[in-house]
Every structure is written in C-alpha cells, then in structure tokens.
C-alpha cells in the first residue's frame, strides 16, 4: 500500500476506534493493481500427467453432487472469504453465513468463535457446506518461529519442514483449516519490506524452502490429521516491486520470470500445494489476479494444478483501481476468467455482488462458475469438514502446551543464526570470564521485536529476550544489566498492523530523555565486562507495507554503536532485521556480529546459547548482503558482461562489492574442502552427473557446515549467470571429522529457459563447477555435456 500512508495521520485521530480498524485492514491488502505477460510457454520438460487418486475421484463425485442442488447464489457465496476480526461482531456475519453467501473467513483465531461460525454453516445454511478459516500461519502461530528469511538461512529444509509441521498443529487446533503461506516470492532488492517473509535472491534456495513448507503445512496429503491446507504466495513476481516499493509494479523479463520467480512456485505445485494466491501487482502491465496468462496457462495447463486459487486481499476490486477493469462486474468477470476461484475481501465481495449479473448477460457461463466452484468443495470434502467441521476447544492449551514446540522453535532459532564475523574469536563467550554484562540496544529487551511480523495469535509473555536469556543462562553468578539507549519508531507513518500489536510501542522520549538515556547506555558499557548490543529494526520496519528507501540502522543506533564501542570494552552485536542493513561501520569496527533475524518466542535462550558456545552458528546469507540500497538489485547469479575484470570498479564512487557474499556465514570451528570430484568428465544430454566433495571440521569443536554447489555454463544460446546454486547440504561435523558429500546435478539443474527459443533447453556446453561454502567458492572442477 503505497496511498493510504499520507492520509494515516487523519485517520489515526477519528475518534470510532473499530472504523479506523476497519478502514486500515482494508488498506493492509487493497493493492495497486496486478496485470501481465502475454506469453506463451512451450515447455515439454515440465509437463505431468496427474492421474487422480481414489479420494480425488470421491471427491469429485461428491462437489458434483452437491454442484447439482445449489443455487448460482449458493455458489458464488462459495467463491465469497471475508475476513473477520476481533473486533467485529459476531453478529455481523451470522447471516451471511445462514444464507450460504460466505464460503470462508479469515482471521478468525478463537476456537468458540470458530465452532459458532461453523454451526450456523453447517446446521442452519440450505446445503449445510462447511466453511473454510483460513489465517496467515506464517512462521508459527502460538508458538512463534524464526521469520521466514531466517528460517531460509538455516538451509535446513526438514528443521524447515519441522517447524512448518509445529505451526500447523497449534493453527489446527485452534479451528484454522488454511494458511496463506509459504510466501515464496523471490527478493533482491532489500528495500522491499517483504523480504523477510521469503527465501531471499536465490529460485533452487527458494524451491528447496517451498517444498519443505508446504510439506511440513498439509503433511502427506490434503486432510492430513493436524495439518493445514497451505497457499503458496504471491502468484507471481512480486518481490519485484519497483524500486521496492511494496505493491507496485513488477517488469520482470521472460527469462527471469522462468528462471528466477516461477520455479519455487512450481516446487510447492510439484509438492501438492492445494491452492495459490494471486498477487496484487501489475506483471508486465496485466493485474496478476487477472492474469489469465499465468492462471490458467502455466498454473493449471502447464503445471496441472488441481486446487484454487484465491485472490490476495481486495485484489478482485481493486482491478478497477488500475485501469483493468471498468466497474465492479468487469473487475468480477476478468478475475474469473482469469481464474482466481474465490476473492477474498474486506467487504467489497465484487463475486457475490456482480457474478449473477453477469451471468445473466451472457459474460460468463454457469459452467465457468460451476468449474471455479468444484475445487473448492473437492478441497473441503478432502479436508475432512464435512464429517469434521468443528475443533475441540478443550484440547487446544494442551496442544499449545507442548514443550516440544518450544524446543523445536529454539532450534530453529539457532540453526538460523549467521555469524558475520568473529574476530580473535571472541565468540563464544566464557562463561565465567565476565563478571558484568550490557545488554544494549531498542531491542534488547522487546518482546514484540523478537518476534517478527505475522505474529498475532501468540502468547506474548511467553517470549524470550535477549535480556531475559542471557539472565537465565547466567544465572546469579554475573551481573546482567540493560539500558535501551535510543529508540526507534516509524513514528510519523505507523505500520498498519500497529492496532494488532500485543505490546504497544512506548511512547516517544522527549529531547531531555533522550540525551539521559543514550549516556545511561554508555555509562553501562563503560561500567561493564563485555557489551552485547541488540540493534536492527523494529519488527514492523519489515514486512507487508514496510517498504524503506535506505537500508541505514533506524534512528541514532549507528551513533550508540559508536559510543559503546569507544567505551572501549569488547562489544557483540546482534542483529535483529528482515532485510540487509547497512552495517559498514560495524563490519570494520566491531569484533563480533550475530544476524540472529527475528528468532521468534525463543529468542533469547537461543541468543544465548549462541553467544555462549551452547550452540554454534551455521547458518548462511540468503542473499547477497549489499552496503547500501544504492548498489541493489546486487545477487549472486548475475551475467557477465564488458570488462569482467572490472566489475568491482563498476561504481566510480565505491567498490561495486557487496559486504557478504550470497551464502556466507561462519562458525565457532573451521572447514576444509578437497578431493573435488566430478563422475564422468563427460554426459549426454538428458543425463545425469555426479559431483563429490569432502569437507573436514579442522577445528576442535562440532559444528555444521552449509556445502554449496554452484555451477555456470560456459557458452550457449543465452548468456548464462556467473554462478547458479544448484545444490547444497548443512551437514553436522564432529571436531577432526570428515564426511563425502554427494550431489546429483540432472536435466533439470542443467536446463533453462531461454527466452528466443520461448522454451526449456539443455545445451551441449562445457559446465564449471565448484563446491564450498559460499558464493565465492574456489575448488573447480569442469565436466562437458555432448549432444
Ligand atoms: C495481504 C497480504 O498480501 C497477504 O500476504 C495475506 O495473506 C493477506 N493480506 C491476508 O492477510
């Protein structure tokens, strides 16, 4: 939402509390309309034939059945999500509901409210079809994970799978049936607020993270017990808004959208995902959610996609905002017969209000309506909501409760952390080596901030700080103190999530407090041991309508970094962010940086065990780590053009190098590559090669290193990236040991889609490759590949 930030101010002060709400939600997913390509796709290798199972069958036979009794109302109500908040009242959907108008909910979080819903549905609707509660289950739901962008740079697809499993449960158990997520837009430009929602720059990062969410959210099948039906996002290009700015326009060339943005689409596709979301931008001039071109001929043609599509929030209305559409029944009928199944909306309901009309002027047919209508009864009937529409209120807590959540989403806390640098080692702290510790930074000790965006059903008190963690670990033996600082607020241009913040933000130090609180922070680095320095952003700096033109440490964080460090006792910092931040100074001046994301309701136990050596980092960049926004969209898989020898000199002004390179991270111990093998120096097209690497822990303590695999093209008809990930592996070393790993490059990691030939190829080309553990890998080996 780009519009509605100037008018926020005004609308913060009307006075009725729940029209503010309403119009700001509204405002969180009404969009600047989506419109795309008009290509056509000739792909062979990525054709499927999907042979429907024997539930599949039922369940056809079944919403056909039902297909034959319902009304053309009692259908478009099926195509009709409305979203209800706390709010609201009950009351406000209860008849709706009775008259089969509303087909599903959203955000509706409380069991009792859920069954309420349901029965009215499910006893007093003609048909008695069920609805379908959908919520953004995104890293968690009461037990709350690392954020999406973290848990991505733990490369760890099953403690990815895990974690997603964890969410589901607790959603689950609560009534949720469906969850917006994964959310697997390809990011490379960190000014874009969404970022943190995804997987960063890279389509093979990208598709490994899709398959696993969408594994660990529906389980083996849709319907599986204490799994959510899952809803990969946002369809398609998204992640890149111009100049990053959130829900403008996407021109994204043919080649990039299939080599790049499609790919972890189709991994989730390949992995059963039961439905999709259209985005709310404009591809390429058509509105994704009334782009027939990406719906229907590469969703559901191409990729046989058998589940629906739902629109993204006012994405259907809002077709007219940009000129797609000419009114309301324009915006319905385009966005049908693009292909979005159901829309989903605030109040605008442009399906239920239009389709009828337009029904009867011959622009659509009831088979049309019929054919977006089926999946979405396949998908109940396969659910189990037919046989199972309620949830046991009484056995939520207890699902809640258990203490393997937490353990699972401190692991991931953990595998997630990357460490930037490390100099000396001064990491992993001594435990008994310091008799006073600061803990220093806004978000040192900031519940909300742990957390990350999307994180609206958890239990607040039950988050870990990074002050709290370290106390406990410490226990009484060593002083813990802490002291803010400064602090950091969108201030002026609030998020419009902030009405659904557990914690509110505190109010706003006057000039005198300021001042008294930034020497206070000083004062205590300089009275201390050792300063531990929590800064970033706040969580509402990232996410959806979190969009920034600079990537700079908010407010005066840069200049308390500065101060502490001058204090001159050693200093950590830990990094709390969604996005790449400028932490140039940091990088040069202080010893040791821990990117530690937004770690979620473990946080700080996981911080500290970080800190402390109780767990080692081992995670890696998701994406390329620039200086500044200046030097963005800045990725790994670039081409290589005029002067390679120069690149760095491409900016006159600074070394056109990033700060960390796509991949990087570093560890309490040290690795070793060697023994590079490559099977054959020699495969046909269409066959398979194998690549083998050993990697040794050199160092004296355990820990995991993330093996990656890069490969480049030498010659073809297409100039190919520098360098494309095409596979890797976190593996788990003992000091001294060694492990082989192997990878299997295929067809499918040696092909691409080659925009003059409008189609995927594999080339007869010579191949290099190298292995190690980051982008910048050095051991090389090459293999041809013959016709
Ligand atoms: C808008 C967001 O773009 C989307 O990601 C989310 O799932 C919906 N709103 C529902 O909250």
């Given at each position: 939402?780009t519009?509605?930030?100037?008018n926020?101010k005004?609308?913060?002060n ?9 119009i700001?939600?509204a405002?969180i ?7 795309s ?12 034939e999907v ?16 297909l034959?009794q319902?009304?053309?109302e009692e ?5 009709n999500?409305?979203f209800?908040?706390?709010?609201q009242?009950e ?5 709706g509901i ?7 909910l959203?955000?509706v ?6 069954n309420?819903?349901q ?8 048909l008695k ?7 953004d289950v995104?890293?968690g739901?009461h037990t709350?994970f690392?954020?999406?962008?973290g848990?991505?740079a733990s490369?760890d697809p ?6 997603q499993?964890v969410a589901?449960?607790e ?14 837009d ?6 874009w607020?969404?970022i943190?929602?995804?997987a960063g ?6 598709a490994?993270?899709s398959?696993a969410?969408v594994r660990?959210f ?6 599986s017990p204490e ?14 808004a111009e100049?990053g700015?959130d829900y403008?326009?996407?021109n ?5 959208l299939w ?18 979301m259209?985005?709310?931008?404009d591809?390429?001039?058509v509105p994704?959610?009334g782009?027939r071109?990406l719906?229907?001929d590469v969703?559901?043609k191409?990729?046989?996609f058998?589940g629906?599509v739902v629109?993204?929030a006012?994405a259907?209305?809002?077709l ?5 559409a000419?009114d ?10 693009a ?5 989903m909306?605030?109040?605008a309901?442009?399906y239920?209000?239009n389709l ?7 622009q659509v047919s ?9 999946p ?8 189990g ?5 309620y ?7 207890s699902t809640?409760?258990?203490p393997e959540?937490?353990?699972?989403a401190?692991t991931a806390?953990e595998?997630?952390?990357v460490l930037?640098?490390n100099?000396n080692n001064?990491?992993?702290?001594n435990?008994?080596?310091?008799k006073?510790?600061a803990?220093?930074?806004p978000?040192g000790?900031?519940?909300q901030?742990?957390?990350?965006s999307w994180?609206f059903?958890?239990d ?6 990074i002050?709290?963690?370290l106390k406990t670990k410490?226990?009484?033996g060593t002083e813990?103190e ?5 602090q950091?607020?969108?201030?002026s ?7 659904m913040l557990k914690e ?10 300021a ?5 206070k922070?000083?004062d205590l680095?300089?009275d201390?041991?050792i300063a531990?320095?929590?800064l ?12 920034r033109?600079?990537i700079?440490?908010p ?7 500065q101060?502490?460090t ?12 969604g ?5 140039t100074w ?5 010893p ?6 937004y770690?979620?309701s473990e ?13 080692v980092?081992?995670g890696?960049?998701?994406f ?7 030097q963005?969209?800045?990725y790994?898989?670039?081409n290589l053009?005029q002067n ?11 070394k056109?190098?990033?700060l960390y390179?796509?991949?990087y991270?570093?560890s ?8 590079l093998?490559v099977?054959q120096p020699?495969?046909k097209?269409?066959?398979?090669v ?15 290193e ?7 093209q030498?010659?073809?008809g297409?100039s190919?990236p520098?360098r ?13 040991e060694i492990?082989?790993?192997r ?6 990691e ?8 409008r ?11 190298w292995v190690?553990n980051?982008s ?6 090459t ?5």
């Amino acid at each position: 939402m780009t519009k509605p930030f100037p008018n926020m101010k005004t609308l913060v002060n009307l006075r009725t509390r729940t029209f503010v709400a309403l119009i700001l939600l509204a405002l969180i997913c009404s969009s600047l309309i989506c419109v795309s390509a008009q290509q056509k796709e000739k792909s062979t290798q990525t054709k499927q034939e999907v042979k429907p199972g024997a539930a599949d069958q039922q369940a056809r036979r079944r919403a056909d059945a039902l297909l034959a009794q319902m009304t053309l109302e009692e259908k478009l109500g099926q195509l009709n999500q409305l979203f209800f908040f706390s709010f609201q009242k009950e009351e406000s959907m209860n008849a709706g509901i009775r008259k089969g108008e509303i087909g599903s909910l959203l955000f509706v979080t409380d069991p009792a409210i859920i069954n309420r819903f349901q029965k009215i549905a499910v006893t007093e609707s003609r048909l008695k079809i069920p609805l379908i509660f959908g919520f953004d289950v995104i890293h968690g739901f009461h037990t709350i994970f690392p954020v999406p962008i973290g848990m991505a740079a733990s490369w760890d697809p099953k403690m990815v799978e895990g974690a997603q499993t964890v969410a589901a449960r607790e959603a689950r158990a609560v009534g949720i049936n469906w969850t917006f997520a994964p959310m697997v837009d390809i990011a490379r430009d960190p000014r874009w607020g969404r970022i943190v929602e995804g997987a960063g720059e890279d389509p093979y990062l990208g598709a490994a993270m899709s398959r696993a969410q969408v594994r660990g959210f529906q389980g083996d099948r849709i319907g599986s017990p204490e799994h959510l039906l899952a809803c990969v996002k946002h369809f398609a290009g998204y992640g890149a808004a111009e100049g990053g700015r959130d829900y403008d326009a996407a021109n994204i060339s043919d080649a990039q959208l299939w080599n790049v943005y499609l790919p972890p689409f189709k991994a989730a596709v390949d992995a059963g995902v039961g439905s999709v979301m259209s985005a709310y931008m404009d591809l390429n001039d058509v509105p994704a959610t009334g782009n027939r071109w990406l719906l229907r001929d590469v969703l559901r043609k191409e990729w046989k996609f058998g589940g629906f599509v739902v629109s993204d929030a006012n994405a259907v209305s809002d077709l007219q905002t940009h000129g797609y559409a000419r009114d309301g029944q324009d915006a319905a009928v385009k966005a049908l017969t693009a292909g979005v199944n159901m829309e989903m909306s605030f109040s605008a309901a442009v399906y239920l209000k239009n389709l009828a009309n337009a029904v009867k002027q011959k622009q659509v047919s009831i088979k049309d309506i019929d054919d977006m209508v089926r999946p979405l009864l396949e998908t109940k009937i396969k659910l189990g909501l037919f046989e199972n529409p309620y949830v046991d209120e009484a056995k939520v807590e207890s699902t809640f409760d258990n203490p393997e959540h937490r353990e699972a989403a401190k692991t991931a806390a953990e595998r997630s952390a990357v460490l930037l640098k490390n100099q000396n080692n001064l990491l992993p702290l001594n435990k008994t080596a310091y008799k006073k510790i600061a803990v220093i930074g806004p978000l040192g000790d900031s519940r909300q901030n742990m957390l990350g965006s999307w994180t609206f059903a958890m239990d607040i008190n039950r988050t870990s700080t990074i002050l709290a963690g370290l106390k406990t670990k410490l226990g009484t033996g060593t002083e813990v103190e802490f002291a803010p600082g400064v602090q950091i607020d969108r201030f002026s241009n609030p998020s419009i999530f902030d009405m659904m913040l557990k914690e509110k933000h505190p109010p706003a130090w006057t000039e005198v407090q300021a001042a008294d609180e930034f020497k206070k922070a000083v004062d205590l680095a300089k009275d201390s041991d050792i300063a531990v320095m929590v800064l970033g952003e706040n969580q509402d700096m990232s996410g959806e309508n979190a969009s920034r033109s600079t990537i700079d440490l908010p407010g005066r964080q840069l200049e308390l970094l500065q101060a502490v460090t001058a204090a001159g006792k050693p200093v950590v910092l830990v990094l709390m962010n969604g996005r790449p931040l400028d932490i140039t100074w940091a990088a040069q001046n202080v010893p040791s940086i821990l990117e530690a994301w937004y770690p979620g309701s473990e946080a700080g136990n996981a911080v500290a065990d970080l800190l402390f050596g109780d767990a080692v980092p081992g995670g890696k960049l998701p994406f390329t780590w620039v200086k500044n926004a200046g030097q963005s969209p800045f990725y790994h898989s670039h081409n290589l053009t005029q002067n390679p020898g120069e690149q760095e000199k491409r900016y006159w002004n600074e070394k056109a190098v990033p700060l960390y390179p796509f991949g990087y991270g570093l560890s309490y111990t040290s690795f070793a590559f060697s023994n590079l093998k490559v099977s054959q120096p020699e495969i046909k097209i269409g066959e398979t090669v194998e690549v083998t690497v050993d990697v040794k822990n050199t160092g004296t303590r355990a820990g995991d290193e993330v093996v990656q695999l890069y490969i480049h093209q030498q010659a073809g008809g297409a100039s190919r990236p520098i360098r494309e990930l095409k596979g890797f592996e976190r593996v788990a070393l003992a000091a001294g040991e060694i492990k082989t790993v192997r990878f299997k490059l295929r067809p499918n990691e040696l092909r691409y889609w080659n925009a003059a030939a409008r189609d995927w190829v594999q080339e007869a080309e010579t191949f290099d490759v190298w292995v190690g553990n980051d982008s910048s890998a050095s051991l090389h080996s090459t293999f041809r590949v013959t016709p």
